[in-house]
């Protein structure tokens, strides 16, 4: 779910603070800084809303701020040390400002609950990731001296009315959470445990946040959802029909009521299972020109029997076969993925078969992790976590060299077409070039002329990085 294709190892998007400037009522400055995937700074964006309609006004300068919370990611070791330096270096700030309130939300703070704050006395509150609408009482709990914490799950929480505040001015692409939790139970991963049970949110207040954003400019989508492909509206996880009187939705169904919103409103959507992703959603991608032909489908391993410890509920046959399906389709649809090498009972075998699939597939783009055992998962409890880190780091830059050769064969095939980019802005190394994306989700850059942010613009290709295809406009369509 991670999204910043310029690197090839990704451990989620590092603290970035928002800003916002709203009627500031109470006075007081809220700054929060978000980490990991997609969905906490999706998430983060809810947390401004509650609490400017709260009377807080947001700040992107922590010195100012009388709340900071910071939004954690628990899905690898690694990124929950990152937030334990932060928080150490924000007790630092509230001995120089003792009322400063500091909190911790997310999934850290689901995993680890009232500890953060009793034994390792880093916080002052506690918020899982269902419990944000409590968020302005817990803050006026620390005000009266108590203990704040929530961390209850709920079987039914979208925060499908709120309407999150958008935090970057101007924008082009935004966040939708279209569903919240995992039921799945892959053996590795924390975040059912974290996150919670499977929800969907009402189809309708989803395309009217869509309607809502095309109306401010934004000009692109992605819906978000741990496993999108499992999102269903009013039918039960057998597939059975809730209410006879109302009308079902499922994903294809739902992407569809979105592509219709607008051809000008391009639409992307994270993360698609294997096990789960239908040809009812290829067909529907296909049939819509704005829906983008990316799918980010993580296969995690290329070896059926590590899969099966993964309980990822498909074999490498499945998985090949998808990808057919896939390219049948949609013969230019791009595909990335996420791979974790050493992950436990690994052999030199397994590993090699998920080389042979990457030789295979030659994914466009992928996200390559170490194996890194999460507390409560199954595989702690199951498996031994037995290879060996030189092992696992000697796996995964093998597998990053071969990546990054795919992914210049990718960019390379585009070089001399003509590409359709939207422009989300000046380019990071200069004003003078605009950068956006294809629909394959590939980073274009070209000299700005006279386009703008926001517009859709014809690029011929001229050459290409493994990062970035550059080219020249043509002209707008
Ligand atoms: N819901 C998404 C994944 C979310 S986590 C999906 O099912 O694809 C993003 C990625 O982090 C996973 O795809 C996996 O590759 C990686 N990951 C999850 N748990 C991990 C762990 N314990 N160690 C290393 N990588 C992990
Ligand atoms: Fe984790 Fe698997 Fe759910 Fe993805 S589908 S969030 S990897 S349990
Ligand atoms: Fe996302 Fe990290 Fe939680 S990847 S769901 S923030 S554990």
């Known amino acids: 779910m991670e999204h910043n294709h310029n690197k090839v190892i990704d451990e989620g998007r590092q603290g970035e603070a928002l800003e916002l400037d709203n009627a500031n009522i109470s006075g007081k400055k809220l700054y929060v800084e978000s980490y990991g995937c997609q969905m906490n700074f999706s998430d983060s964006e809810v947390v401004a809303s509650i609490m400017t309609n709260n009377g807080y006004s947001t700040t992107r300068n922590i010195d100012e701020a009388d709340v900071v919370l910071i939004n954690t990611c628990s899905i690898r070791e690694n990124a929950e040390q990152r937030v334990r330096n932060r928080l150490t270096e924000f007790k630092h700030r509230k001995d120089q400002k003792p009322d400063l309130v500091v909190g911790i939300l997310g999934c850290m703070a689901e995993r680890l609950k009232k500890s953060l704050l009793e034994e390792e006395k880093l916080v002052d509150l506690v918020a899982g990731p269902d419990a944000y609408r409590d968020l302005p009482n817990l803050v006026d709990e620390v005000g009266t001296g108590q203990k704040a914490v929530n961390v209850l799950l709920s079987r039914d929480e979208t925060y499908a009315d709120i309407s999150p505040v958008r935090l970057d001015h101007g924008g082009i692409s935004a966040f939708v959470t279209i569903m919240r939790g995992c039921d799945n139970m892959c053996s590795f991963c924390v975040v059912p445990f974290t996150r919670g049970r499977e929800r969907s949110r009402d189809p309708h207040t989803i395309v009217e946040e869509c309607k809502d954003l095309l109306s401010k400019g934004y000009r692109e989508v992605t819906l978000l959802g741990q496993n999108v492909d499992s999102y269903r509206w009013n039918l039960t996880s057998k597939g059975v029909v809730k209410d006879e009187n109302q009308p079902t939705t499922n994903f294809a169904q739902l992407m569809e009521m979105v592509a219709l919103v607008s051809p000008d409103l391009r639409i992307r959507f994270s993360t698609s299972h294997p096990k789960d992703m239908t040809d009812d959603v290829l067909e529907i991608m296909a049939k819509y020109e704005n829906i983008c032909p990316y799918i980010h489908l993580p296969v995690q391993s290329g070896h059926s029997t590590v899969l099966e410890r993964m309980n990822r509920g498909y074999s490498r046959e499945w998985y090949l076969e998808r990808i057919d399906a896939i390219r049948r389709f949609m013969p230019d649809c791009a595909i990335s993925t996420d791979i974790i090498t050493g992950f436990c009972g690994e052999t030199d075998d397994e590993h090699d078969a998920t080389v042979s699939l990457m030789q295979q597939v030659k994914f466009d783009f992928a996200y390559m992790f170490k194996y890194s055992e999460r507390p409560k998962t199954l595989a702690e409890r199951r498996f031994a976590d037995d290879v060996p880190e030189e092992v696992k780091a000697k796996r995964l830059t093998e597998i990053i060299e071969l990546q990054l050769k795919n992914s210049k064969l990718s960019n390379e095939k585009q070089v001399g077409e003509t590409v359709k980019v939207l422009v989300e ?45 550059l080219g020249e406009a043509i002209s707008i369509c």
């Open 425 to 469: 802005g000046a380019s990071k190394r200069s004003e003078d070039q605009l950068c956006g994306r294809n629909g394959q989700n590939a980073m274009v850059i070209f000299p700005r002329e006279n386009y703008e942010k926001g517009q859709y613009v014809l690029v011929k290709i001229t050459s290409c990085t493994s990062a970035t295809l």
